[in-house]
């Protein structure tokens, strides 16, 4: 017998959406807190910046039970990403279940000893409440917290007009409009907006960054469509993945000339293609170092701009403020009125208790959890939108909510698959055996990926096989 469950859904975007969709369709009573006053996350006008568009094509930028429009280009701007994630939680009959403007102060056990979660709430209008659940869906994804940067001089730096603000906060043309703008990061979202600050009008814009990345235009050569040649099976085969049987090994062997070929090509087309010696932005690194981890995409315009001085950009990254202007760390003085941290955002989940934070994140910043989306040492709760794919957010979404709802006095941790039960005593065992084996010379340090990423790449295809039931699952802490 199924026994209809009182669900929180933290987070309305991507992930909040297709969780509330997936447990209100096995009947479970869903409340879905979102902080904010509009549903979509980082797609809410308030929190995008203008011009941001999809690295994904709109067929599989989408949720699988609903396309998005055929008059949508392929790759999808924001504001058309907001209106689909709006109609999406209409045909599902979810916008009356949102609670808007609402925050989750902090959360802790339930103190009538119920299995489930207690949640402190600050409302609309300020006032503070509690609410118990019986589960907790957390779906603030990765993009939640803004990460901060705090350097000297930045009171002197305000007082004198300059303003400071995260990328998130940049949703405006008319802040760059006829001022000296300073970008701070190498990711899309800093040469998005780069870009366009150009197009807005602003008399300077630089882009401090710490090393050049491969990137892929939307278009490569400016004829092929990049998911034509990146988003094949082809492309795939050439990475050796981990514990590969002998004829596999014995073909990447034969066929390692042809793949080492086909990745300088694509570098030498890159080169040319986005003017990278003129930019001085080659990378270092192989591109297959790179794309096997992750790849941004090259924003339209951005290259450009830099080969003919639109965009300065400068390697380093900021050391201090100094009046008006920003020193670098290479020694660069660059006079700026605003300045954009595109610096990413912070990993963790605030409002949960610390002890249960030390559960959930390792020190080296990795989050404990099966398959993206539960650790049973926190009972109760599941995770979704952990990893940046649109699909596994509904598809995770679908694996939790049929696992809640208590069949036959189940305990409160029997939804988790065993395997991932067992994973966990492997773990706890292997955190206390491995330092003593270690000190011995019984066992060689766990392997790690041997790329930029540490294996933190959602996608990265160099994680151990050992650990392919939890592709971003971090090793035990020895």
């Known amino acids: 017998m199924i026994r209809r469950k009182q669900v929180c859904i933290i987070g309305a975007g991507v992930s909040g959406l297709a969780a509330a969709k997936a447990f209100a369709a096995r009947g479970h009573q869903i409340t879905i807190i979102e902080r904010s006053g509009d549903l979509g996350g980082v797609w809410e006008p308030a929190r995008s ?260 001085g639109r965009i300065k950009a400068i390697r380093g990254s900021f050391a201090r403020y100094d009046g008006n202007s920003i020193l670098m760390t290479g020694g660069q003085r660059v006079q700026a009125d605003v300045a954009v941290l595109a610096i990413g955002y912070k990993l963790g989940v605030p409002f949960l208790p610390q002890a249960y934070r030390e559960k959930l994140v390792d020190p080296d910043g990795q989050y404990r959890l099966y398959r993206l989306i539960a650790n049973p040492d926190l009972p109760e709760m599941g995770f979704v939108g952990f990893n940046s794919s649109f699909f596994s957010r509904e598809f995770w979404s679908s694996s939790i909510s049929p696992n809640v709802s208590g069949r036959n006095g189940s305990s409160h941790r029997s939804w988790l698959p065993i395997c991932a039960r067992r994973y966990w005593a492997v773990c706890y065992t292997a955190s206390i055996t491995a330092p003593a084996m270690r000190s011995t010379g019984l066992a060689a340090a766990p392997t790690r990926c041997r790329n930029r990423c540490g294996g933190r790449a959602n996608s990265c295809m160099q994680t151990p096989r050992s650990r392919s039931n939890s592709r971003s699952l971090p090793r035990p802490q020895a």
Not at 140 to 169: V, Y
């Open 49 to 308: 910046y203008p011009e941001v568009q999809t690295q994904s094509p709109k067929d599989l930028y989408r949720y699988t039970d609903k396309a998005m429009p055929d008059s949508y280009p392929e790759w999808p701007k924001g504001p058309q990403v907001h209106a689909y994630l709006t109609e999406y939680a209409k045909d599902n009959n979810l916008l009356g279940a949102i609670r808007f403007n609402t925050a989750v102060l902090q959360m802790d056990r339930r103190p009538d000893a119920k299995p489930g979660w207690r949640l402190d709430l600050r409302g609309p209008d300020g006032s503070t409440s509690h609410a118990d659940f019986d589960f907790v869906a957390v779906c603030t994804g990765q993009f939640n917290e803004p990460q901060t940067l705090s350097l000297s001089g930045e009171d002197a730096f305000t007082a004198q007009g300059g303003r400071i603000m995260h990328s998130s906060r940049y949703n405006d043309p008319e802040i760059a409009k006829g001022r000296r703008i300073v970008v701070l990061g190498g990711s899309k979202s800093a040469t998005d907006i780069a870009v366009n600050a150009v197009n807005a009008g602003a008399t300077e814009v630089t882009l401090v960054y710490r090393e050049p990345v491969w990137r892929i235009p939307y278009f490569i050569g400016g004829l092929v469509n990049f998911k034509r040649i990146l988003y094949i099976r082809a492309q795939e085969e050439m990475f050796k993945s981990w514990g590969i049987g002998a004829m596999s090994r014995f073909a990447h062997a034969v066929a390692k000339p042809l793949v080492w070929a086909n990745w300088r090509g694509l570098e030498s087309l890159l080169k040319v293609q986005l003017k990278l010696g003129k930019c001085d932005m080659v990378p270092k690194e192989r591109i297959e170092d790179g794309v096997n981890c992750s790849v941004p995409i090259a924003t339209p315009g951005f290259f450009p701009m830099v080969a003919d």
